[in-house]
């Protein structure tokens, strides 16, 4: 699957909507027993949650983008197929969610790509299922002191901390992410499988049993002047950084 959403691959209700889709018809077409993720979209991998669908939006909208979000990590952490990021560009938040959800992460070796979740650089906070997922993948204090820090980890850093399984130079990722699936598709499906079961449910079960109270934790949190403060100031940010 290749994001093509320009100019940055941010996850807007409609992306997520036609990503959850388009996982669902892999995950049910039984030829298909992987998925490579990467992007169309030169230096960018995603740029994680469309910030304006967070923005003086009604309450509704906030629902309806949460309970999107919510469907696409269940549907890739809780996928049966071996699904590999090839990160090729930058994953800020919601993008790194999606790359820490899959069972393998190649990142291109270019240090001025960056992944992490940033959340508290935003005055926002990183919701307890993705702490749980990056937690799965880079062990608590890791994921401690970057969460709190927000930190945006650039390539060669993401390896050290095992947030990237591993670095290789741009124009040999899809090469490596195909050897890579090689070579966990060589396994029996079934076991394979189960075994993924056995390591990622309990945390996909924590979200499907607290989804309702998580969209309005959501709403509730997002709704807030402060918050809402927050992130105009970001994207004002954003904006005058470009001129
Ligand atoms: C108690 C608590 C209970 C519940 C809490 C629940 C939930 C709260 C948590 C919600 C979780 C949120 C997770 C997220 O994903 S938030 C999004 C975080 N993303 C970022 O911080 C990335 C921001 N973007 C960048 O850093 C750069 O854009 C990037 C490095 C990706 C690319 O840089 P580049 O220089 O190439 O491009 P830009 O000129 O910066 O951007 C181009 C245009 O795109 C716009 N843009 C960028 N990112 C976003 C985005 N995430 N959403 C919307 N729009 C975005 C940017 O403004 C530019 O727009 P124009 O100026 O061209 O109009």
């Known amino acids: 699957m290749k994001f093509k959403s320009p100019p940055v691959n941010s996850l807007s209700l409609e992306f997520l909507t036609e990503f959850s889709i388009g996982l669902e018809k892999l995950e049910n077409n039984r030829a298909c027993r992987g998925v490579i993720i990467t992007s169309a979209v ?3 991998f995603s740029s994680g949650l469309d910030i304006t669908e967070m923005c003086g939006k009604s ?3 906030y629902g309806e983008f949460w309970r999107a979000v919510q469907e696409m990590w269940l549907r890739l952490y809780g996928s ?9 560009g930058s994953s800020p ?13 190649i ?3 270019n240090p001025k790509f960056s992944i992490g979740l940033n959340e ?7 919701p307890f299922w993705f702490k749980d997922t990056f937690v799965n993948v880079v062990g608590h204090r890791i994921a401690e002191r970057s969460l709190q820090l927000g930190s945006l980890h650039p390539a060669p850093e993401a390896q050290r901390l095992g947030l990237v399984d591993e670095l290789v130079p741009e124009e040999k990722l899809m090469e490596k992410a195909a050897a890579v699936m090689a070579q966990w598709l060589a396994l029996p499906d079934h076991a ?10 309990a945390v996909l079960d924590r979200l499907v049993a607290h989804r309702e109270e998580d969209i309005k934790n959501f709403i509730t949190f997002v709704s807030k002047e402060s918050i809402q403060k927050s992130l105009r100031m970001y994207m004002e940010m954003l904006k005058k950084r470009k001129s």
């Open 192 to 201: 394979r499988q189960l075994t993924k079961t056995m390591m990622r449910k």
């Open 93 to 105: 938040a919601g993008g790194c969610l999606i790359a820490l959800s899959c069972d393998y992460r």
């Open 59 to 61: 309450v509704e909208h």
């Open 120 to 126: 508290a650089q935003l005055g926002i906070v990183a």
């Open 107 to 109: 990142m291109a070796e």
């Open 42 to 44: 030169p230096k960018i």
């Open 80 to 88: 049966n197929m071996v699904t590999v990021a090839a990160v090729n």
